[in-house]
C-alpha cells in the first residue's frame, strides 16, 4: 500500500507568503486561497514541452514550491487540498466542466475543492486560470466580488449541477472573457471524485490533440488588484487602472516576461522549445 509522504506545511506556507497559520474558517480558507494564487502561476508549459503532467504528490510539491514553478488545475488544487486539509480544513476534490468558449457540452477537465467549514459547505479553487475566483458559500443564488471587482455567483443547473457565473472586465481573465456580463465559468456536481478519476481527466487534458492546454502556451497570474495572462506572444496586464497589451517580439523578451512578471525561470533553450518564434 502506498504511503503518502507528510505534508510540509512551513515549506509551502513560505512559497506562498503566510507566515502565521490561518484559521480552519471561512476567512482562513479565503486567505490561504488568495495568497496561493499571488504566488503560483497557472501555466501549462511542461505540456508544451513534451513532459507530461505527473500527479504523484511529491513531484507536484517539488515542481510548484522548491522549483518554484506553476501548474495547472490538477496540480495547483492537489497541493492547495493538501496544504489545507493539513491545516486541519475538512475538504475533498470535484470534477468540473469549463464553459468558456464552449460550443458543446464540454469534458470534465477541471477540479476544484469542496470544504465543510462549520456544518456549510463552500466551495474553493486555487487552479482555475481563467480569472480569480474567490471562495463562496454553496448556495443556489451565492454572490461574490474578487478584489479585482468581478463579480460571481452560483446557482443550479438543471443539467450540469451547480453552475458559477463571473461578470467583470474581460481584461482581469485569460482572454476568453469579451465581454463584461454575465458569463458561464464551470459547472460542477458533488459526486465522489477518486484519485483514479483526476489521473483520467489529467491525462485527457494535457494530451488530447487540437484543444487549449496542447495547442496553446498558457501563463496566468493573480495580481493585487487584477490579472496579467500571457497565451503563447499575447500579454495582457491588468492592475487597478493599469492596462498593458503587447504582443511579445522575440524568445529573449518572452523568457524575460516570464521571470519578471510570473516568477518562472527558464532557459533559451526551454522557451525555444514552446515553439513560439
Not at 470535484?94 to 467549514?117: D, F, G, K, S, Y
Not at 458533488?190 to 498558457?218: C, G, K, M, Q, Y
Request: hydrophobic content about 40%; aromatic content about 10%; some cysteine.
Amino acid at each position: 500500500m502506498h504511503i503518502d509522504p507528510p505534508f510540509d506545511l512551513d515549506t509551502y506556507l513560505a512559497r506562498i507568503g503566510i507566515g502565521i497559520l490561518p484559521d480552519t474558517d471561512a476567512a482562513g480558507l479565503a486567505s490561504i486561497q488568495r495568497a496561493h494564487r499571488l504566488a503560483i502561476p497557472f501555466e501549462n508549459l511542461d505540456v508544451r514541452l513534451g513532459r507530461g503532467i505527473s500527479l504523484d504528490h511529491e513531484h507536484v510539491f517539488d515542481k510548484l514550491v522548491h522549483k518554484r514553478r506553476g501548474g495547472y488545475c490538477f496540480e495547483q488544487n492537489q497541493l492547495f487540498l493538501r496544504a489545507i486539509t493539513a491545516l486541519g480544513f475538512d475538504a475533498r476534490p470535484l470534477l468540473a466542466r469549463v464553459w468558456l468558449m464552449a460550443t458543446e457540452v464540454p469534458p470534465l477537465t477541471h477540479t476544484l475543492v469542496l470544504v465543510q467549514i462549520g456544518g456549510h459547505r463552500w466551495i474553493a479553487d486555487a487552479g482555475f486560470g481563467g480569472s480569480y475566483a474567490p471562495p463562496m458559500p454553496l448556495i443556489d443564488g451565492a454572490e461574490a466580488t474578487a478584489p479585482d471587482g468581478a463579480q460571481f455567483r452560483l446557482g443550479t443547473h438543471e443539467d450540469h449541477g451547480w453552475m458559477l457565473e463571473r461578470k467583470g472586465d474581460p481584461a482581469t481573465t485569460d482572454g476568453r472573457t469579451l465581454h463584461d456580463d454575465w458569463q458561464p465559468q464551470y459547472s460542477f456536481t458533488l459526486a465522489p471524485v477518486a484519485s483514479i478519476d483526476l489521473e483520467l481527466s489529467n491525462h485527457w487534458t494535457s494530451t488530447r490533440p487540437n484543444t487549449r492546454f496542447t495547442t496553446l502556451s498558457v501563463v496566468s497570474l493573480v495580481l493585487p488588484s487584477g490579472f496579467a495572462s500571457l497565451t503563447d506572444r499575447n500579454y495582457t496586464r491588468r492592475n487597478g487602472d493599469q492596462l498593458v497589451q503587447t504582443e511579445i517580439e522575440s524568445a529573449t523578451a518572452y523568457r524575460l516576461r516570464l521571470n519578471f512578471v510570473f516568477g518562472i525561470a527558464m532557459d533559451d533553450v526551454e522557451v525555444g522549445g514552446l515553439g513560439l518564434f
